[in-house]
């Protein structure tokens, strides 16, 4: 396996200077998830420490005022032990764009967190996506409104929302005019369009409850239903160019240690295809080909071109496969 510093490359670009293919050492999983664990868990205290300070920062204006109230109206009764701080429901994974708000506060961390009753809401050139604990994926298309209700609704006001659920997390449901959908084990989307409610099933199935019957929406289909309680369906392919935009902004997965076949079938997935190779040998060299560094600006489909580049391969996508190919005969 070539190193990449031995590569011929285009001193502008960058990107190689990030990336770097190497073997994988023996069994790392464990060190790797560690790793991940450990760093998921420091940002996650320092959020929580932040949080802490600006809500008890509030507290103790509130208690000055209690106190003159106390020298007015007499003794009041306080206690610190109410004063506790509430878990995040959720956290950014990713902003494409600049017009973003939470309860009219324009969103630039993308370690925000986000709380029970927050409005999240995008402009019309901006999207995002946030993460709950347990790895579930809400992601917001331009235009779109939402509140967050608990850690297991949500009420979509305008646009779209897309919801990437995993095993581990709490079933999220999406309230929109007079629709409950809720997912099971699942990708979906629910959009508001101008006389009518589409839901779109593209892995899994929805469990959509109306106000005159409830029904079940599989991988593949599409229903909409208009004021009236009319619903029309028709079929809709996981790998459709509707889907797209779901899978700009998407999160990026850590890249460190990450082989590129894990990153194919990553991309693969959000992309609702299958990962073919040219031949089993590739597929193979694949697995202990590593990658090193990462940018996080980059989106899903730059990281692809990117990682494709120095790999040396390329990506022919025909409908429900994604093939992946040794560029002009070159090994890794």
Partial sequence: ???????????????????????????????????????????????????????????????????????????????????????????????????????????????????????????????????????????????????????????????????????????????????????IGTQFEVRLLPAATRVRVREGAVQIDRSTQNLQILAGQEMSANQNGDVQQRQISPYDTEWDWVTSVAKLPELRELTVYEFLLWYAREKGQELRFDDSALREELKEATIEGTIPSLDAYQTRDAVLAIASLALTSDDEYLVISRMDGKTI
């Avoid at 007015?72 to 973003?100: D, F, K, Q």
């Avoid at 709380?115 to 946030?130: A, H, K, W």
């Fill in 1 to 183: 396996m070539s190193e990449l510093k031995n590569r011929p490359h285009d001193p502008d670009d960058g990107i190689e200077a990030l990336f770097r293919l190497a073997k994988r050492p023996q069994d790392p999983a464990a060190e790797i998830s560690e790793r991940v664990r450990e760093t998921v868990h420091e940002t996650w205290l320092r959020t929580l420490k932040a949080r802490r300070r600006r809500r008890w920062a509030f507290s103790t204006s509130m208690v000055a005022a209690a106190a003159t109230l106390v020298w007015l109206a007499g003794p009041l009764t306080t206690s610190t032990e109410s004063m506790e701080t509430v878990p995040a429901l959720a956290h950014l994974a990713r902003l494409n764009g600049t017009e973003i708000w939470v309860n009219e506060a324009l969103v630039l961390d993308e370690a925000t967190p986000f709380f029970s009753g927050d409005v999240l809401r995008t402009g019309p050139d901006s999207r995002m996506s946030i993460e709950f604990p347990g790895g579930t994926s809400l992601r917001l298309d331009r235009a779109s409104q939402l509140t967050l209700v608990s850690p297991n609704e949500c009420t979509l006001s305008s646009g779209a929302v897309y919801i990437d659920g995993r095993p581990k997390s709490t079933p999220i449901t999406v309230m929109s005019q007079k629709l409950a959908v809720t997912e």
